[in-house]
Nanobody
Framework: QVQLVESGGGLVQAGGSLRLSCAASGRTFSHYAMGWFRQAPGKEREFVAA????????YYAESVKGRFTISRDNGKNTVYLQMNSLKPEDTAVFHC??????????????WGQGTQVTVSS
């Protein structure tokens, strides 16, 4: 079984930064692409960013491009989301996910429980 545990969420003022982490169980973390998604109250879940198994390719939603950076450390079984210049509209529960397909756009089959990010104006 794969477990994904997010951390690093919290309350921050607009313009501030947060770094989310997602720790994965299992010995095959480095074999899979990973992604970050978010869901705001009353809205559907939306894609934020993805990273290939090697970290060599990254993909972003237009709304976060230039502000968020996804990265991974395969030695630590962890994927990160550095979020800068945060806006109130970034407020959401952020989830990480593990992909089961090998090329972008990825399909995902394991999800974490999420971490709350709240950006005050």
């Amino acid at each position: 079984q794969v477990q994904l545990v997010e951390s690093g969420g919290g309350l921050v003022q607009a313009g501030g930064s947060l770094r989310l982490s997602c720790a994965a169980s299992g010995r095959t973390f480095s074999h899979y692409a990973m992604g970050w998604f978010r869901q705001a109250p009353g809205k559907e879940r939306e894609f934020v960013a993805a990273i290939s198994w090697s970290g060599g390719n990254t993909y972003y939603a237009e709304s976060v491009k230039g502000r968020f950076t996804i990265s991974r450390d395969n030695g630590k079984n962890t994927v990160y989301l550095q979020m800068n210049s945060l806006k109130p509209e970034d407020t959401a529960v952020f989830h990480c996910a593990r992909a089961y397909t090998g090329s972008y756009p990825y399909e995902y089959n394991y999800w974490g429980q999420g971490t709350q990010v709240t950006v005050s104006s």
